[in-house]
């Protein structure tokens, strides 16, 4: 078990340029999730996926915005065109099932200047 | 719709007090999943403990206590004895059927020495 990884750790990047991150779940793991979070705000769910079908996404997840969990193993998480709005730490977590406990990864500070 | 606050976003306190934070939740369903996280400053969050909706017992780990009481909708978290390292923003969130986790803004705690 090494743990939920994400790669960045940081990005910074400036408005209108595209960005993708990465998360690689626990291998055994079903469930992926992306959330969001500002300063001083509790983590914002994005999207989820089983396996590789994507199940829902939030109404933050705008059109710029994009998940793949190609063969159910690792997920990408792609922002288009990034506004200042976007700056925010990305979380991913991954769980076995439905309401087991989620294991976060460290993050991806995003910074649009 | 799931909803979960945390009415407190600061408490301070010194080195071997005790101290409560408070998670009351909102949702229609009867099965329904709690947790409490907590995210040190290095920022990972770390799960805490899971409580099924199902299972009102009341919970001691260490220092940590959980109060589960479903009259009132509240989940709340005591540690006993604080100490520096317990400095962190802890998060109540909440998951039903098989939705993903709906969080509380936080509480932070400061324990001071």
């Not at chain 1, 750790?9 to 595209?18: E, P, V």
């Not at chain 1, 065109?81 to 990864?105: H, I, P, V, W």
């Not at chain 2, 909706?53 to 479903?70: A, M, V």
């Not at chain 2, 909440?94 to 936080?106: D, N, P, R, Y």
Request: net charge neutral; with cysteine.
């Amino acid at each position: 078990d090494t743990g939920v990884s994400q790669d960045p750790r940081h990005k910074i990047t400036k408005r209108g340029q595209n960005v993708t991150f990465r998360c690689d779940p626990i291998s055994e793991h079903n469930r992926l999730y992306w959330y969001r979070q500002t300063l001083g705000q509790g983590p914002e769910f994005l999207t989820y996926f089983q396996n590789e079908a994507q199940l829902e996404k939030s109404r933050l997840l705008s059109d710029r915005f994009s998940a793949e969990r190609p063969k159910g193993s690792f997920s990408t998480l792609e922002i288009q065109r990034t506004e200042q709005g976007d700056s925010a730490m990305y979380l991913c977590a991954s769980s076995l099932n439905s309401g087991e406990k989620l294991f976060f990864g460290s993050g991806t500070q995003l910074s649009v200047l | 719709a799931q909803k979960v606050t945390q009415a407190q976003t600061e408490i301070s306190v010194v080195e071997k007090e005790d101290v409560t934070l408070d998670c009351v939740y909102e949702t229609r369903d009867t099965t329904y999943y709690l947790f409490w996280y907590k995210q040190p400053p290095s920022g990972e969050l770390v799960f805490l403990i899971r409580r099924n909706s199902f299972d009102e017992q009341n919970e001691i780990s260490g220092r940590y206590s959980w109060n589960f009481q479903k009259s009132t909708s509240s989940f709340n978290f005591t540690i006993t004895a604080s100490q520096v390292v317990d400095s962190a923003v802890y998060f109540c969130a909440l998951s039903t059927g098989f939705q993903k986790l709906v969080f509380g803004t936080g509480t932070r705690l400061l324990v001071s020495p």
